[in-house]
C-alpha cells in the first residue's frame, strides 16, 4: 500500500531553535509539494517540486523557510530560526505527471514552537 | 492566478438527506478540479477529479461532482448523507494547460451529518 510518509509527527520546539520536517514521497511520483495548514489561512502552498528541481517556492517565507529534495526519495522543509507564527500542521503531497493525476497527502507534521 | 472558493464554512445535512459542497474556481485554461476530504488529525484524501470529457464525475464512498464551465463551479454531491461523512472537505484547482502544477486548495467547507 503506498502512502507518503512524513516524519516526526509531532514536534515541539522553542523560538529560535532549527526545525527539519521529511517527506518520502511514493516511490515513483515526480512531483512533492509542500503545504502548511492553519485555522486562520487555510491550506497554503509553500513550495513544489518536479522532478526534484523547485518549480515554485513563492509562498514560502524565504528568510527563515528552505525546501530541497536531496534525492528522489527524500524532500526535507526546513525553518531556521523558527517562530511561534510557524506553528501549524505540514503536509507533504507526492503526484505523477502526466497531467490530471491527483496528489497523495501525508499525515502532516503537527510543529508547535513555543 | 488560480483560486478556488467555498462560500460555507459549513453544511449540515440530516442522515439519509442529499448533500452538496459547493465550489467554484478561476483559473487560465482549462481546469484540473478535485476534491479531497479531510478527517480530524489526519493528512487529505482523494475523493475524486476532472480532468475531462463527462461533467459528472463519480468518486469513492458514493459521492459525486459536477463540472459546470460555464459557472465555473464543481459541486460535490452525495445522494444520501451517513454520519460518517462528517468531515472537512476541500476543494483544489490545477492549470490544465500547463500540466500538473500547483494544486491550489479552497478554504475548506465542514460538513456535519446529524443522526
Known amino acids: 500500500d503506498a502512502r507518503v510518509t512524513q516524519t516526526p509527527r509531532d514536534k515541539v520546539t522553542e523560538m529560535g531553535q532549527e526545525v527539519t520536517m521529511r517527506c518520502q514521497p511514493i516511490l515513483g511520483h515526480n512531483t512533492v509539494f509542500w503545504y502548511r495548514q492553519t485555522m486562520k489561512q487555510g491550506l497554503e502552498l509553500l513550495a513544489y517540486f518536479r522532478n526534484r528541481a523547485p518549480l515554485d517556492d513563492s509562498g514560502m517565507p524565504k528568510d527563515r523557510f528552505s525546501a530541497e529534495m536531496p534525492d528522489a526519495t527524500l524532500a526535507t522543509l526546513k525553518i531556521q530560526p523558527s517562530e511561534p507564527r510557524d506553528s501549524a500542521v505540514y503536509f507533504c503531497?507526492?503526484?505523477?505527471?502526466?497531467?490530471?493525476?491527483?496528489?497523495?497527502f501525508g499525515q502532516g507534521t503537527r510543529l508547535t514552537v513555543v | 492566478a488560480q483560486s478556488v472558493a467555498q462560500p460555507e464554512d459549513q453544511v449540515n445535512v440530516a442522515e439519509g438527506n442529499p448533500l452538496t459542497v459547493k465550489c467554484t474556481y478561476s483559473v487560465s485554461g482549462n481546469p484540473y478540479l478535485f476534491w479531497y476530504v479531510q478527517y480530524p488529525n489526519r493528512g487529505l484524501q482523494f475523493l475524486l477529479k476532472y480532468i475531462t470529457g463527462d461533467n459528472l464525475v463519480k468518486g469513492s464512498y458514493g459521492f459525486e461532482a459536477e463540472f459546470n464551465k460555464s459557472q465555473t463551479s464543481f459541486h460535490l454531491k452525495k445522494p444520501s448523507a451517513l454520519v460518517s461523512d462528517s468531515a472537512l472537505y476541500f476543494c483544489?484547482?490545477?492549470?490544465?494547460?500547463?500540466?500538473?502544477?500547483?494544486?491550489?486548495f479552497g478554504t475548506g467547507t465542514r460538513l456535519l451529518v446529524s443522526p
Open positions: 483544489a484547482v490545477s492549470p490544465g494547460n500547463t500540466g500538473f502544477q500547483k494544486l491550489v
Open positions: 503531497a507526492s503526484g505523477l505527471v502526466p497531467p490530471g493525476t491527483e496528489a497523495f
